[in-house]
């Protein structure tokens, strides 16, 4: 029975989530899916709840060598209150950026459904790479990688500590921060031989003021709402450059 | 004291929400802030927690006459988890579109959060009315209200049992259906001197297939991702028609 030696000994691993930790996971069966089909190598366990009927992501989990367990109590300590029935524990993983894309940059940025939300939108239109400037929301968190639907084990993307971090390595483009007091995004166009970087602020606190001296631009809207919601902002700016250069 | 009578009689009229009620919530101060300036007529008391210094809100209200109830009680049960410190209890209205403007038609959605994020847009733009068609979620649930940002108190949007009763009274303009088999969004354009219904499926399942007998289109993506987001779908349509027809 090393079968039931083996549900005992990933059974004592799970834990509650920590940023610190090695490991992450996947919650659901679609988002799993996503970690088995791009990120196998390092996919560590699957976790499949008594209760769940999820054959598509056993069978791929079989043929990757990945364990599958069947326990309910990795949902109680990851998902106590969701409608979750598998999940993929995977280790963290680089996805580094490439110098030849344009680039989404969000400073900052502190919510996690916001950035999985992003992480999704960024593999739905494939043309540009995503930098994360920390402090911020953890890409590999749960919740960032469920919202993200599982998008996040496809795209490329980099945290760096600061944004001169980010400049040193890839600022030979032109820089594009979005604020709230610069030129009509309508009128801005992008052409397909050059490279971009579009800088966007922190939810609640937008861009520092010394990003104004790369100029900048803002999405047009009325007064009605406070502002745009991040990942609004995101997708509107993300669509306008992958049509226009693509 | 007339006023610790005023107290206990709001507060056992507090119960969790139902979407049958005549009466819903605003969760946090500055969503009641927006219920207040906007809907002020429709507010009927305004929760205050013990642990909060929300002058602003107390102010407000007190210049309407909505009373203030400084109560734990309210919170317990319609917010247990959140980080919230005011509700404003406010009697649900009609916001009725007008023929004049274009609309957002979502057949069918069903989050929540999503809806609200997508009211929030459409009055970020304030270019467009917003059309839902039931079965939905519930544009007065507390968690679309609080998705919003408080937004829902100052849009026009209206509810319709099928499209076909929303069709009989304001289908005499383009429809234009958002379907996967649809054809590219971005070489579509918008008139200034038109009228347009851009018609959203629901979140999991889309448009149902008779909609393409009005044609239709698709907001062009890689294979990389699901689908887009339905929030992200209407933000960058709504941009588009907005800055096409202002």
Not at 33 to 41: F, Y
Not at 111 to 136: E, K, M
Request: net charge neutral.
């Amino acid at each position: 029975m090393a079968g039931c030696y083996a549900v005992f000994a990933w059974e004592i691993m799970v834990k509650k989530y920590k940023k610190t930790d090695g490991v992450s996971y996947a919650l659901g069966a679609t988002v799993t899916m996503e970690l088995l089909n791009r990120r196998g190598e390092y996919a560590r366990c699957v976790y499949v709840s008594p209760k769940s009927d999820v054959d598509a992501v056993t069978e791929k989990a079989k043929t990757l060598g990945v364990p599958v367990v069947a326990s309910e109590k990795a949902f109680n300590i990851l998902s106590p209150k969701e409608n979750c029935f598998v999940i993929g524990e995977f280790e963290k993983f680089d996805a580094k950026i490439c110098g030849e894309r344009n680039h989404i940059v969000l400073v900052n940025p502190s919510n996690s459904g916001n950035l999985g939300t992003i992480i999704r939108d960024v593999a739905a239109f494939d043309s540009v790479d995503l930098v994360v400037i920390r402090p911020s929301a953890d890409p590999f968190d749960p919740k960032t990688v469920r919202a993200s639907m599982g998008a996040v084990f496809g795209i490329n993307f980099e945290l760096f500590d600061s944004f001169e971090a980010y400049a040193e390595k890839y600022g030979k483009r032109e820089i594009l921060p979005f604020m709230l007091d610069g030129l009509p995004f309508a009128e801005r166009d992008f052409a397909k031989d050059k490279k971009y970087a579009l800088v966007f602020g922190n939810e609640a606190t937008g861009l520092p003021r010394e990003f104004s001296r790369y100029g900048g631009v803002k999405i047009e809207q009325s007064d009605k709402a406070d502002s745009l919601n991040l990942a609004t902002a995101v997708a509107i700016a993300l669509y306008k450059i992958s049509i226009q250069t693509r």
